[in-house]
């Protein structure tokens, strides 16, 4: 149980271009879903909050007009890096809470390595 | 500012060896998560811990969590190849909006055949 999945696992883009990513909860429904960008031998760093009918919550410092989030329904959320530049290439990494869980677990995607030329 | 420090942030052993990574906070989380991310994939959970002092084993892996709930440790005992990985740790706020995780710095192992 608990499985996520993410779309595409890679993707090489030209600067300019918009790139979509789609993360899904495979057997369990997520109210709450999170986008993470990590550098090579890093942790995580925490982008945006995704709630399912709401807007996405940003951490700090983070452009929401540049990483549109979407969260459309109870297994699904995107995340669009919106004209993309060679400085956006990175590993992102969602994650969706498990409704039924009391502890704020969080269950991982493989992750998507973006390259921007 | 990084609110979970873990250490050591780099690890190469031999295999056989036992190591010990901890996770240090000045902050009181209501429960704690471990994680293994490998090279090119997602964090895959391994243990959760919640109350003050608990230990909780998954094969050569031990995690304890401190008595006030500010800091863990991960103890591997006779360390292989395949425990090789970035180990994270996590924790969650009490009182903390929207459910989200602080994560540790990370500590990178390499275990050497």
């Known amino acids: 149980g608990a499985v996520v999945s993410q779309h595409p696992s890679w993707v090489i883009c030209k600067s300019g271009t918009s790139v979509k990513i789609e993360c899904r909860s495979l057997d369990f429904q997520a109210t709450t879903m999170f986008w993470y960008r990590q550098f090579p031998k890093q942790s995580l760093m925490l982008m945006a909050t995704s709630n399912e009918g709401s807007k996405a919550t940003y951490e700090q410092g983070v452009e929401k007009d540049k990483f549109l989030i979407n969260h459309a329904s109870l297994t699904l959320s995107t995340l669009t890096v919106t004209s993309a530049h060679p400085e956006d290439s990175s590993f992102y990494i969602c994650?969706?809470?498990?409704?039924?869980?009391?502890?704020?677990?969080?269950?991982f995607g493989p992750g998507t390595r973006l390259t921007v030329l | 500012t990084q609110l979970l420090e873990q250490s050591p942030q780099f690890l190469s052993i031999q295999e056989g060896e036992n190591l010990t990574v901890y996770c240090n906070s000045s902050?009181?989380?209501?429960?704690l998560q471990w994680y293994r991310q490998e090279p090119g994939e997602g964090p895959v959970l391994l243990v959760t811990v919640v109350t003050g002092g608990e230990v909780k084993k998954l094969k050569r892996l031990t995690f304890q969590f401190g008595d006030a709930r500010k800091d863990s440790s991960l103890h591997i005992t006779a360390a292989q190849p395949g425990d090789t990985g970035l180990y994270l740790c996590a924790g969650a706020r009490y009182g903390g909006a929207t459910n989200k995780l602080i994560f540790g710095t990370g500590t990178l192992l390499a275990v050497q055949p």
């Open positions: 902050s009181v989380f209501s429960s």
């Open positions: 994650s969706a809470r498990d409704a039924t869980s009391a502890y704020n677990e969080q269950f």
